[in-house]
């Protein structure tokens, strides 16, 4: 059987975990998406430029934070 999992924040094997405690064997999983971004055909290790629509989504998102450049003082 397939399931479909959608996490939006998760710990490194959750998913593996989760199907232990269910008694549901996990033998792959594969991510589709990270965010708003879809992975489409890439295979691992490999990647892509982001498109110019992409990363002013990201930007848009919610969970965007751009970094200060200023040092705290102590």
């Not at 959750?14 to 232990?20: C, D, F, L, T, W």
């Not at 008694?23 to 295979?43: E, S």
Request: aromatic share 6%.
């Amino acid at each position: 059987s397939w399931l479909r999992v959608i996490l939006k924040e998760g710990r490194n094997r959750q998913i593996r975990e989760m199907g232990q405690l269910t008694g549901l064997p996990v033998h792959k999983i594969i991510r589709v998406r990270i965010g708003t971004l879809l992975l489409g055909n890439l295979k691992p290790r490999q990647w892509r430029y982001l498109t110019a629509k992409e990363i002013q989504d990201l930007k848009s998102s919610k969970a965007y934070k751009p970094r200060s450049h200023a040092k705290k003082r102590r």
